[in-house]
């Protein structure tokens, strides 16, 4: 319950007025999830496909699957959305997302026996979710911070060498598996990759065999099933309408900065914008643990080392932490002469749709169950029972020694449960454990205090929702735009998508817009890599550069024939624009040259468009 409770004071200024706040420090990308959210309820309402639309982008649509629409979340929510609107539900989900992941991972750390106490799970979890990635990633991408399926999945794998139903404990990950591809594939496929990473250093080459033999015929049922229902969706987002093949290339050198590892986020209490402003922004700032975490950790590993799975999970990390450094690496903003070891992975299929400063990601997981292994061990005193049998044996063997276990219920299935929990607790710990004096354990709490404290995360800071146009807020557009037309705002440009997507909201969605805020391949370039946004037409761009300067134009024909092949090709129906742009009237002269004279209506210009 504490861990909702963090939540909801991270966004109390959310809540305090979802439908007129947003998000400051990101509110593109929380248009864009709110466009997305309200897609979904579109499903149940209009049936609407959720793989693809050309309600944005019109006339060449969006492919839903290539881009994040967070299905996993907004279809279960999807009445939240119809009865109190997407700001709401974004709300929800951004709230979910941090909460429900240290949650999960308070789970998954007692369940699988990696740590003995509700204490050491209970701050390893608070970090997984809380820590200062996760905060950087509440800030408009709920998909990236709810990893609440993460931790379920790695406990469903765990299980993957008890005795028990293999075709049950396949489907059981099959499931959960599933339902992560349609919240955030890349948040999974980084597990994986760091799952293997993890298990290459932990198991012995004597063990490895024997645990694939063991975890195989389970990982075949799951692979058969999620393969069964993921294809179609998979088939359509890489080779449907409108799928590409890799980010933009300016993208592959989003990475982390070396600098940021010692620095503190900018949302921890600690936290300086301006020494920090020029390593990764807001969104990003996966790798700022502060330095008094950077000392601690090797400190920890080392006292630890003798510890397998401490010393796995820390090695891991290590080496994500490298290849979160990209291609080239960057210090204090500008990039080095050193090449990181991302480069001989970036053109790598799967690979190449991945932001290299989000590897870091993984990374924060791996420190709080490293934290959560030192408290356990050096901090609060072993428990003299256990109040539970360990039922889950199967942290791929990593279950650390205790000091009694509970007796079993009597039966056959208990004593082999038992059986199997012991053998785990024997192959996790290496070496019998030493009592830490009293006084060791404090000196572990104050070093433990020093390196977290710093790291308490502030409020997410709104900022005033801009106000959609009477035109559109109250409605009126219903009798001035046909049912299901195409819009294109203008001027042309990046703030005016934006605003057209906002504008399709709040009508739920009922009309077309041409451009707006999207991954889309870039039909100049023959290897089809995405692109943010849309390709802007001629007339779009003259449009775009008068609504810059403020400048009128003194067009000729061949212009008008431009705008003319551009409404053709848009399949246009309104031309709208809003008196609250900055140079309005200079762009309503120069359209007026391009479509004839325009109609005011309320607060905004409308050119119909005859076919």
């Not at 509700?118 to 709810?146: D, E, K, W």
């Not at 794998?157 to 992560?180: H, S």
Request: with cysteine; glycine share 8%.
């Amino acid at each position: 319950m504490s861990y909702v409770v963090f939540s909801v004071v991270l966004f109390h200024h959310l809540w305090a007025a979802p439908q007129t706040r947003m998000l400051a420090d990101n509110n593109q990308d929380q248009v864009f999830f709110e466009w997305v959210l309200t897609h979904a309820a579109r499903l149940f309402t209009h049936g609407d496909t959720p793989f693809f639309t050309d309600q944005l982008n019109a006339p060449l649509g969006v492919n839903l699957m290539a881009n994040t629409s967070i299905l996993g979340l907004a279809l279960p929510l999807a009445p939240i959305t119809l009865l109190f609107g997407a700001p709401v539900t974004f709300a929800v989900i951004s709230t979910i997302a941090p909460a429900g992941t240290a949650i999960a991972w308070f789970f998954m750390l007692l369940r699988c026996g990696v740590v003995r106490t509700r204490t050491a799970a209970y701050l390893g979890a608070l970090f997984c979710g809380f820590g200062p990635a996760m905060i950087s990633q509440t800030t408009g991408h709920p998909n990236i911070a709810g990893q609440f399926m993460i931790p379920l999945i790695l406990w469903a794998v765990f299980r993957m060498r008890e005795p028990g139903d293999t075709v049950r404990k396949g489907l059981v990950l099959a499931a959960l598996v599933v339902y992560q591809c349609f919240i955030n594939e890349e948040v999974l496929f980084l597990a994986a990759f760091a799952l293997l990473v993890f298990l290459l250093v932990f198991l012995r080459p004597g063990e490895m065999l024997p645990a694939a033999r063991a975890a195989l015929p389970a990982l075949g049922v799951t692979a058969l099933v999620a393969g069964v229902v993921m294809a179609y969706p998979l088939w359509h987002q890489f080779t449907g309408p409108q799928a590409y093949h890799g980010l933009p290339d300016f993208v592959h050198g989003f990475s982390a900065d070396l600098y940021g590892f010692s620095n503190f986020s900018r949302r921890s209490i600690l936290g300086d914008i301006p020494r920090i402003e020029k390593l990764g922004g807001p969104t990003e700032e996966n790798t700022f643990f502060g330095w008094p975490l950077l000392l601690l950790l090797p400190a920890a590993a080392a006292s630890l080392w003798r510890h397998r799975g401490a010393r796995a999970l820390f090695v891991t990390a290590v080496v994500f932490s490298l290849l979160s450094l990209g291609p080239i690496v960057r210090y204090k903003g500008e990039e080095t002469t050193w090449h990181g070891p991302w480069r001989y992975l970036v053109d790598l299929p799967l690979f190449d749709s991945v932001v290299p400063t989000r590897v870091a990601l993984v990374v924060t997981p791996l420190v709080g169950v490293l934290l959560a292994i030192l408290v356990d061990r050096f901090v609060v005193p072993p428990p003299v029972t256990r109040p539970e049998p360990v039922e889950e044996a199967a942290f791929a063997s990593e279950a650390p020694a205790t000091d009694a276990v509970a007796d079993t219920d009597g039966t056959d299935e208990g004593k082999a449960r038992d059986k199997a929990g012991d053998k785990a607790r024997d192959t996790f710990q290496d070496d019998d454990e030493e009592p830490l004096p009293y006084a060791g354990r404090w000196l572990w709490a104050a070093a433990l205090a020093m390196a977290l404290l710093p790291l308490v995360p502030t409020p997410q800071p709104t900022n005033d929702r801009p106000l959609a146009p009477v035109f559109f807020s109250s409605g009126m557009w219903r009798e001035h735009v046909p049912d299901q037309a195409t819009v294109v705002v203008i001027p042309g440009g990046w703030w005016e998508g934006l605003d057209a997507m906002r504008w399709a909201v709040d009508s739920d969605i009922d009309f077309k817009i041409a451009g707006g805020y999207f991954l889309a391949p870039d039909p100049n370039d023959p290897e089809h890599k995405a692109m943010f946004g849309p390709t802007y037409p001629p007339t779009w761009s003259l449009l775009g550069q008068v609504g810059n300067d403020g400048v009128v134009p003194q067009l000729g024909p061949e212009h008008v024939a431009q705008a003319r092949t551009d409404l053709a090709y848009w399949k246009a129906d309104r031309i709208i624009l809003a008196d609250s742009h900055g140079n309005s009237d200079a762009v309503r002269q120069t359209a007026d040259q391009l479509f004839g004279p325009g109609e005011h209506i309320a607060d905004v210009w409308v050119w119909k468009v005859q076919h």
